[in-house]
Nanobody, 127 residues
């Protein structure tokens, strides 16, 4: 059974940085394309960033481009989201997700492409 466990969320001030981690267990980690999504109160879940199985292809939402960095360590079975220059509008529950069955260079940006989800970690950015 696949498990995804996020960590690293918290309460920070605008302009601060955080690094989220998502540890994946249950299958060979390199089998999964990985993504980060977020959901703010009263809003739908939205795409944040995605990385291919190989780690060579990456995609970001326009709202985080230039501020967030997604990376993965296939040896540690972990995907990361480094968030810099945080803004109050980044406040949300952040979820990591894993997608199975895609090519080594595929990045997936739709949440319906992901079959496995973590429980989420809260990120709150105060102004």
């Amino acid at each position: 059974q696949v498990q995804l466990v996020e960590s690293g969320g918290g309460l920070v001030q605008a302009g601060d940085s955080l690094r989220l981690s998502c540890a994946v267990s249950g299958r060979t980690f390199s089998s999964y394309a990985m993504g980060w999504f977020r959901q703010a109160p009263g809003k739908e879940r939205e795409f944040v960033a995605a990385i291919s199985r190989s780690g060579t292809r990456i995609n970001y939402a326009d709202s985080v481009k230039g501020r967030f960095v997604i990376s993965r360590d296939n040896a540690e079975n972990t995907v990361y989201l480094r968030m810099n220059s945080l803004k109050p509008e980044d406040t949300a529950v952040y979820y990591c997700a894993a997608a199975l069955g895609y090519s080594f260079a595929d990045v997936r940006v739709r949440d319906e492409d992901y079959g496995y989800w973590g429980q989420g970690t809260q990120v709150t950015v105060s102004s």
